[in-house]
């Protein structure tokens, strides 16, 4: 036998009787010193036996002190973790508390059909659940395959699912096929309509169609003329707008028209009082420098834009204008704005509205900017163009045109009813006979919503105002549409 394995032998050996060595004594701990020294010297002949590298021990590990400073760490990262999760949903049920709370002074009516409404989806959530646990039932029994009658069916489920197919069957089959019909139907008037639209924009091209003003306010010789520039009013309603406010007084101000035969009215909404004193200063500043501009406020902000809009054009001193370009606070007119878009009335007393097209200066900041770009493009080249061209017609923007003051009195002037008040006063004056222009060529600067909050609340408002339009008008549509065919047959 080798020297290597008696000393392996003898290690073992001794292993085991340090194990029963140290259960004993911490049975039995010693009472003397005797005991204590001989314990100590026990140990430490352990420690220089089992520090042999092909020795092997079972004891408890021991963790280091950088083991235990991460422990701690990471206890300590979950503990941040749950204080900032109850944090955030403290914060979220005082908000949540809150908005309730401030819906109360809703009218009873209103708060009795939203929870009506509320009623109504839950039930119908509960029942679409059921049926699909049913149908989850069903699949796994094998029901779709052989599908079970009433009369044959045995089990109570199994009765409930036949019963279901034949009112799948009888019942919601035909109206669904029905409604999938009508979809088609309206996909391909939308594709037709599409199709006219982009044939009448080529069409527009290669003839170079484009309306073509009467005059001219470009000439040397009538630029000192007075009584040649008609009396043109400035809107600019806006609300807490305290990031462009300065641009939009700006570029109305610095416009290429005489300054006596121009007035600027700033339409302030806002219920801020520092933006207000923002505005007022900055007001005062282009009053300092020449420039017709007053500052309205109202006290009661009843309407929204088209209240705004209703409450200023009732002024006493607007008698002697006779036309009114309005443009939101994010927008920016060329100086030589409205030397090119009031030409357009000169010996055109049925024309009541001049459009110009929007031009987006952060068409490119992401995605979200360049499809919006792609969309809007396409409904100012094709759907407004062609319109304008060829029946005189188009939904008014509500910025960045010019109204003939009389055709806005002749229909109605600005209301409230809907949230799309631009599109609504565009029907009552074409229904009234007032007729439209639209101008490619002329440009205003905007910009685009660069967030998908931004962008999902203006389309919220783009699409729900037109169908409360459609409800409210199509009765008057439908009349002055039969009128005029029954005039034409005479």
Request: aromatic share 12%.
């Amino acid at each position: 036998m080798s020297r290597t394995a008696q000393n392996y032998e003898f290690q073992q050996w001794w292993n085991k009787q340090r194990h029963s060595f140290l259960d004993s004594s911490d049975d039995n701990p010693p009472s003397s010193s005797a005991a204590a020294s001989s314990s100590s010297s026990s140990s430490s002949l352990a420690v220089d036996l089992t520090s042999s590298p092909t020795a092997t021990t079972k004891g408890h590990h021991t963790r280091s002190a950088r083991q235990l400073s991460w422990l701690w760490l990471l206890r300590f990262h979950k503990l941040t973790a749950s204080v900032a999760w109850l944090t955030d949903s403290s914060i979220s049920l005082l908000r949540t508390a809150n908005r309730r709370i401030s819906n109360h002074h809703r009218s009873p009516s209103a708060y009795s059909s939203s929870s009506r409404l509320n009623k109504i989806i839950r039930i119908f959530l509960i029942l679409v659940l059921l049926l699909l646990f049913l149908e989850l039932l069903a699949y796994r029994r094998g029901w779709h395959f052989t599908p079970p009658s009433v009369e044959s069916a045995e089990a109570l489920v199994e009765r409930l699912y036949a019963k279901w197919l034949e009112i799948r069957a009888d019942y919601l089959a035909p109206p669904l096929q029905y409604l999938a019909n009508v979809c088609i139907v309206l996909f391909l008037i939308q594709s037709l309509d599409r199709a006219v639209l982009m044939l009448g924009c080529f069409w527009i091209k290669f003839r170079k169609l484009k309306p073509i003003p009467p005059v001219s306010y470009a000439a040397p010789d009538v630029e000192a003329a007075e009584n040649y520039y008609p009396m043109v009013l400035v809107q600019i309603p806006m609300c807490n707008e305290r990031e462009v406010y300065q641009q939009s007084i700006a570029a109305v101000c610095i416009q290429d028209w005489p300054r006596e035969r121009m007035l600027v009215q700033v339409l302030d909404d806002s219920d801020d009082p520092d933006t207000q004193v923002l505005i007022k200063g900055e007001v005062q500043k282009w009053q300092q420098k020449g420039v017709q501009i007053v500052y309205r406020h109202r006290f009661v902000r009843t309407g929204y834009k088209a209240g705004n809009l209703r409450s200023a054009m009732s002024c006493d001193y607007l008698k002697d204008y006779e036309f009114v370009a309005i443009f939101d606070a994010d927008f920016q007119p060329a100086p030589d704005f409205l030397k090119k878009t009031i030409p357009y009335f000169k010996g055109n007393d049925e024309l009541g509205l001049v459009q110009t097209r929007w031009a987006f200066v952060n068409k490119d900041e992401n995605l979200l900017t360049r499809l919006q770009n792609i969309n809007l493009s396409f409904h100012f080249e094709v759907e407004q163009q062609v319109n304008g061209i060829f029946i005189n017609f188009f939904g008014f923007n509500g910025t960045a045109g010019v109204w003939r003051i009389k055709a806005l009195e002749d229909c109605g002037g600005w209301l409230d009813r809907t949230t799309v008040e631009d599109m609504d006063v565009a029907v009552r004056a074409h229904l009234s006979g007032w007729k439209f222009i639209y101008l490619n060529d002329v440009k205003c600067l905007c910009e685009l919503p660069e967030s998908y909050a931004a962008y999902k609340k203006q389309q919220h408002r783009w699409h729900s105002g037109p169908m409360q339009l459609f409800r409210l008008c199509f009765v008057d549509v439908l009349r002055s549409k039969v009128i005029k065919f029954f005039v034409l047959c005479y």
